[in-house]
């Protein structure tokens, strides 16, 4: 594939993912933010800022480099305020392609807590393994991106993370798996928290 058409084709992926994260309620409002690594360069698609990822058009979706440059965006958007912890990501971990940051209710809920995400699940242990919790700066500040870089280089193996009062990060190999390691991350929220009321 070329390398306009393979651009052309991830902003496609990352507008169905983004809409597909609104409609299973992983974000409130204008919140969150999804990117992916276009295979074989330095660069990363990011959805813009101010606008919700119900709404997310291919076109909408800024095109930049490792250090944040902005290289397209067709409708002159910027790229998410949390631009700055996603690319962390890419530089950290060659075997990420995509991140999703969101705030589902249970696992933020948890993340109020400041505590790692109770693995209430074997399929959580096995696959997850370990959710930590970064503290809470405030949404798109230098300080919360150096919290997240922090703990991405203490366990190079993390699938996700908790942002205390905020969200959860979640990475993985393509759109689709850092997607569904979102979707589990709430599904083990939510389990943990069906559970600490039955017990
Ligand atoms: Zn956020």
Redesign the pocket.
């Known amino acids: 594939m070329k390398k306009e058409e393979m651009i052309r084709y991830f902003r496609t992926v990352l507008s169905d993912y983004s809409r597909r994260s609104f409609l299973r309620r992983l974000i409130g409002g204008t919140?969150?933010?999804l990117s992916l690594r276009v295979p074989d360069t330095d660069t990363v698609l990011i959805t813009p800022t101010g606008v919700s990822l119900e709404e997310v058009t291919p076109e909408c979706s800024v095109l930049v480099d490792l250090d944040g440059n902005i290289i397209e965006s067709p409708l002159g958007f910027k790229g998410s305020k949390?631009t700055g912890f996603h690319l962390s990501a890419y530089k950290i971990r060659a075997d990420v392609m995509a991140v999703a940051?969101?705030?589902p209710p249970y696992s933020t809920a948890y993340a109020g807590a400041g505590a790692s995400l109770p693995l209430a699940t074997v399929s959580a242990r096995l696959i997850l393994k370990e959710v930590p919790c970064v503290p809470c700066y405030n949404?798109g500040s230098k300080e919360l991106a150096d919290c997240v870089t922090a703990a991405l280089q203490k366990n190079l193996n993390l699938k996700a993370l908790l942002?205390q009062d905020?969200?959860i990060l979640a990475l993985g190999p393509d759109m689709k798996a850092a997607y569904y390691t979102a979707d589990l991350v709430e599904h083990t929220a939510q389990v943990a928290y069906f559970l600490k009321n039955i017990k």
């Open positions: 919140g969150g933010n949390e940051h969101l705030h949404p942002m905020h969200g």
